[in-house]
């Protein structure tokens, strides 16, 4: 199986803490040039120093608030002077903050959208070219399992969620003649931070020790166990892969059997 990434360029998202970090780790293994990218350079600057180079890669850092698509599309343009062709797109970005979808802003709706949805769009059209001229290219967005099951109290994220899978699959079928890839991955239930508020956003509604919610949001889980952020990137680096050639338009959850529908 070619899980090779040798002499391909990658831009991982959201790269300085959690799944992007260690997707980042983990493509950086199979041979990618890595290139983090979210808003704090010195803590990205210290996550590339821990990334595998073999003495040919060459990783990068680039800083912008994705809150601010302007900046995010300007930081590209100037790291795309240096690296011309991106084979490997990894969306990811923090979730909106938890709530009812019936009380939500409008704003904050809007906020999400241009923080996951816009950025992954100007993203992608900024490197389709150079994956149609390599004939290669991977598009992967860390979404939720929301897409497929609404979450309770993740209103706006349940709701940006599916509009960026749906963009997902649409260009899933306008690129795969290029040999361009779009792909979803669903994480459930992960040990990150951005878990541990959701879990004590719920523990402080309910009244309850965050130690307590924990093991009923365990409880719901089949494997009875919150997942690890190198596990979830582990598929991710299979869908970048070669091997994962004629793997296009899905949405792979990563829960351990939390979602209830196919």
């Known amino acids: 199986m070619d899980l ?20 980042a780790i983990q493509l950086a293994e199979m041979g990618a040039n890595v290139t983090l990218f979210a808003r704090n350079l010195e803590v990205l600057n210290r996550v590339k120093a821990e990334l595998a180079n073999d003495g040919t890669q060459e ?12 900046a995010v599309g300007r930081a590209m343009d100037e790291q795309l002077s240096i ?45 389709i070219p150079g994956m149609k001229n390599a004939g290669f290219g991977r598009i992967i967005n860390v979404i939720s399992t929301s897409v497929k099951q609404p979450l309770p109290n993740l209103g ?26 779009v792909n979803n991955v669903l994480p459930g239930a992960t040990n990150t931070v951005r878990l541990d508020a959701i879990i004590k956003n719920k523990a402080a509604k309910k009244g309850v ?11 719901i889980i089949p494997m009875r166990r919150f997942g690890e952020a190198e596990e979830f990137a582990n598929v991710v680096a299979f869908l970048a892969s070669p091997a994962a050639a004629y793997v296009t338009g899905v949405s792979i959850p990563v829960d351990g059997g939390r979602t209830s529908c196919l």
């Not at 090779?4 to 997707?23: D, P, R, T, Y």
């Not at 990783?59 to 302007?70: K, L, N």
């Not at 020790?209 to 409880?219: H, N, R, V």
């Open 4 to 23: 090779n990434l040798k002499n391909k360029n990658a831009l991982v998202c959201g790269s300085s803490q959690g799944m992007g970090k260690a997707i």
């Open 59 to 70: 990783h990068f850092a680039i800083c912008a608030d994705f809150s601010d698509p302007a």
């Open 83 to 127: 690296v011309k062709e991106y084979h490997i797109l990894i969306n990811n970005t923090g979730g909106p903050a938890p709530g009812p979808a019936n009380t939500a802003a409008s704003e904050a709706f809007l906020a999400a959208f241009n923080q996951h949805l816009i950025n992954n769009h100007q993203l992608a059209q900024k490197l």
């Open 156 to 181: 706006v994220s349940n709701t940006v969620r599916g509009a960026v899978a749906s963009w997902a699959k649409t260009m899933a079928n306008e690129l795969g003649q290029f040999g361009i890839s």
């Open 209 to 219: 020790s965050i130690e307590a919610m924990a093991e009923e949001e365990k409880s």
